[in-house]
């Protein structure tokens, strides 16, 4: 490889095999330097400096190869999921069908999923959607009425199933929270708009390159467990989900990430964070989950 610097200099090198790899880098040898002049420290330097670079060039190489590197497990019934839940280390990418799969506010990755309906019938029905779907609270979200129950009254967001009931949603594309969020209304039309947009460019992404999971990570989440019955609980990726789904894609990728849960099981509600803590009523709770399996 020419030095750019120098035309006169030439940098040769071999990179070991795998197996002789070296704090998962490449170790060079058999370096050698053709030149017709005497080096000067500032081509040395600057060979040295090269090195450096094509080593972290592999490293990052190394790092991209790992995430193509999961185990890979199709999933085809509910059946086939209890086997697999069990892994040391990074979690396998799971194959499953979109009818397995949820956003938050117990929606459906089928073709009636908000997101699906828009790419299919445009902004109109999402603006739809973010009219005729705008819980005050956590009851509304889940279309529970009211009975009284602690927990009722809670920010429609909140889940009890994850410690401080998750994250608050947060300002996105551009726009305050004033605007609305995602998965459920109000939505001011700028918002209406750009989650719209957000979606036909991801879609149109995927249409013309592919589903690239190795550039972008894995739509990510965790499974939700109802005696035999699972669901998983998309937490990261929901665009990229729909989207696969407007395309006609049968098994979409997903993986659960290190620090979330793997399983939230009915049955282990009193253990739940939020009921643990007092927060939410166990019958409510229950509630919640159940609404995943109906919908």
Known sequence: MRDPSCPSAVLEWHVLPDSRKINGSPELFGTSVKRQRTPSFRLVKRLVGFVRQSRQKSSMRSDSEL?????????????????????AGPSPVFLLPPVMMSLQGAHRFTGEHPFVRALAHGPEALDRFYAEFSPANLAEM?????????????????????????????????????????????????KVDAEYQRLISVAASIEREGYRPDLHDHIAGHFLQMGRDFRFFVRGGKHRAAALVHLGYERIPVRVRSTWPRVIAAGTEQDWPLVRNGDVDQRLAVQILERYFRN
């Open 67 to 87: 995430k193509d590197a999961y185990q890979t497990i199709p999933i085809d019934s509910d059946e086939d999921i209890p086997p697999k839940l069990d892994w």
């Open 142 to 190: 889940y279309r529970i009425p009211i009975r009284g129950l602690r927990g009722e009254a809670l920010p429609p967001w909140k889940l009890p199933w994850l410690e401080g009931g998750g994250t608050p949603p947060a300002a996105e594309v551009g726009l305050g929270l004033e605007h609305g969020v995602s998965y459920f209304g109000p939505c001011s039309p700028q």
